[in-house]
């Protein structure tokens, strides 16, 4: 079974430069979660979609940061502009579902980001 | 509000030693809880879970993990530890109140160094 996939692996912009993120989750899983890890932290959620609708976008900075999963499959991560503290790794994830044993999370390999 | 705690940020351990990797935690209700393992350059790997049942879970590569509720604790063991094991763990937890939301609360993170 395929994992998860992500794309870019690594991109550095400078700052105020916009830039998007890719990701194919694992075929068949309805729910699909973007997190952020800045490095020396644990990873934050910044959105999670269950199929092509959002459930939980409370962290993410709706200023600079959008996300759409349009045919509720695969799903793009956008920044712009991009700041310096957005450097990070993104790591998207999915999930059968929501139910307690169709949640757990698989991660994919993150995009590694650099803003300079 | 959910949280978790990883008390100590690396642990060192003889190859074949057993290791133990801490995890505390704080949430409203029955916790899900998990833990995952990252290696450099590399997305989160899934190890294990607890959703109820039997306190002791085993999981992948020979990981087990306590789940004790009086000292909400959640700690990552091994009986015989492996230089390969030599990563960095995560714990997270997930609040099982039933919302929308499958949203893990991350620990900072554990590096588990193994000495040959």
């Known amino acids: 079974e395929a994992g998860v996939a992500q794309s870019p692996r690594y991109k550095i912009i400078e700052k105020r430069q916009s830039v998007a993120f890719w990701c194919n989750p694992i075929?068949?899983?309805?729910?699909l979660y973007w997190y952020q890890q800045i490095l020396g932290q644990g990873p934050k959620l910044l959105i999670q979609f269950q199929n092509n609708g959002v459930v939980d976008d409370s962290q993410l900075p709706k200023d600079r940061f959008s996300a759409e999963r349009l045919k509720g499959v695969d799903s793009t991560l956008k920044i712009q502009p991009a700041k310096l503290e957005d450097s990070a790794v993104y790591l998207c994830a999915s999930s059968l579902g929501q139910g307690a044993h169709q949640e757990t999370q698989y991660f994919g390999p993150g995009t590694r980001l650099l803003v300079l | 509000a959910q949280s978790v705690a990883q008390p100590e940020d690396q642990v060192n351990v003889a190859e074949g030693n057993p290791l133990t990797v801490k995890c505390t935690y704080s949430?409203?209700?029955?916790?899900?809880l998990f833990w995952y393992v990252q290696y450099p350059n590399r997305g989160l790997q899934f190890l294990l879970k607890?959703?109820?049942?039997?306190?002791l879970v085993k999981g992948s590569y020979g990981f087990e993990a306590e789940f004790n509720k009086s000292q909400t604790s959640f700690h990552l063991k091994k009986p015989s530890a492996l230089v390969s094991d030599s990563a960095l763990y995560f714990c997270a937890v997930r609040a099982s109140y039933g919302g929308a939301t499958n949203k893990l609360i991350f620990g900072t993170g554990t590096l588990l160094a193994v000495q040959p």
């Open positions: 607890y959703i109820t049942g039997d306190n």
């Open positions: 949430v409203s209700g029955n916790p899900y």
């Open positions: 075929s068949g899983h309805a729910t």
